[in-house]
């Protein structure tokens, strides 16, 4: 496991996340293509996510102490599970094609993704964050939608995705998109 330093923990925003292998990144780049010509008139009003920035969150965390970042450095590595390839479901338009918000890449459910998902929340609950309201939907966010983007019918999306490290991740807002700061990885061993 790395830790790289942490900047400035006063009021850092984080959340776990599972980080892309090589293969998968330049897969994810190649449906941003497809994507962009079969939607040539919708982008426009869409601000793709960077190829480094792809990720899977796991569990939102939020505002988070240094204590509690400390602990989470501490565990994740306990969280560090095989997961085989995980099977894609469809492209998506979050909230709804009415209200566009992000354009999604949606994983079909899988055990031991639910299971890492619940592993992670469990750890959050532990170092004293408030149970996360939403249930999980997994999926890695391709690109941030203006209001009125519309995207017309969306091609089939790639059949699975690979992950190789879990992370924790400090998000930082700022202009024109969020940058995300790795505080802490483990590699995910190789399913046997």
Same mark, same amino acid.
């Given at each position: 496991?790395?830790? $790289?330093?942490? @900047?400035? *923990?006063?009021?850092?925003?984080?959340? +776990? #996340?599972?980080? &892309?292998?090589? =293969?998968?990144?330049?897969?994810?780049?190649?449906?941003?293509?497809?994507?962009?010509?079969?939607?040539?008139?919708?982008?426009?009003?869409?601000?793709?996510?960077?190829?480094?920035?792809?990720?899977?969150?796991?569990?939102?965390?939020?505002?988070?102490?240094?204590?509690?970042?400390?602990?989470?450095?501490?565990?994740?590595?306990?969280?560090?599970?095989?997961?085989?390839?995980?099977?894609?479901?469809?492209?998506?338009?979050? $909230?709804?094609? @009415?209200? *566009?918000?992000?354009?999604?890449?949606? +994983? #079909?459910?899988? &055990?031991?993704? =639910?299971?890492?998902?619940?592993?992670?929340?469990?750890?959050?609950?532990?170092?004293?964050?408030?149970?996360?309201?939403?249930?999980?939907?997994?999926?890695?966010?391709?690109?941030?939608?203006?209001?009125?983007?519309?995207?017309?019918?969306?091609?089939?999306?790639?059949?699975?995705?690979?992950?190789?490290?879990?992370?924790?991740?400090?998000?930082?807002?700022?202009?024109?998109?969020?940058?995300?700061?790795?505080?802490?990885?483990?590699?995910?061993?190789?399913?046997?």
């Amino acid at each position: 496991m790395s830790t $790289p330093a942490l @900047a400035d *923990p006063d009021d850092a925003r984080c959340f +776990l #996340a599972l980080l &892309p292998d090589a =293969a998968t990144r330049q897969i994810l780049y190649r449906c941003r293509e497809a994507l962009e010509r079969a939607n040539s008139g919708a982008t426009r009003g869409v601000r793709w996510v960077e190829p480094a920035a792809l990720h899977l969150t796991l569990r939102f965390l939020g505002a988070s102490a240094v204590a509690q970042i400390e602990y989470l450095k501490h565990v994740l590595p306990t969280c560090a599970s095989a997961l085989p390839a995980l099977a894609t479901h469809r492209y998506g338009v979050w $909230p709804n094609r @009415a209200r *566009p918000r992000m354009l999604v890449l949606e +994983l #079909a459910a899988d &055990p031991k993704l =639910a299971r890492l998902a619940n592993d992670c929340d469990a750890h959050a609950r532990k170092a004293g964050f408030a149970a996360e309201p939403r249930a999980f939907r997994a999926h890695v966010t391709l690109a941030r939608l203006r209001p009125g983007c519309a995207f017309g019918i969306l091609p089939g999306p790639p059949p699975a995705v690979s992950f190789d490290a879990i992370a924790l991740m400090r998000s930082t807002l700022a202009q024109p998109a969020a940058t995300y700061t790795e505080l802490a990885r483990a590699g995910l061993p190789s399913e046997s």
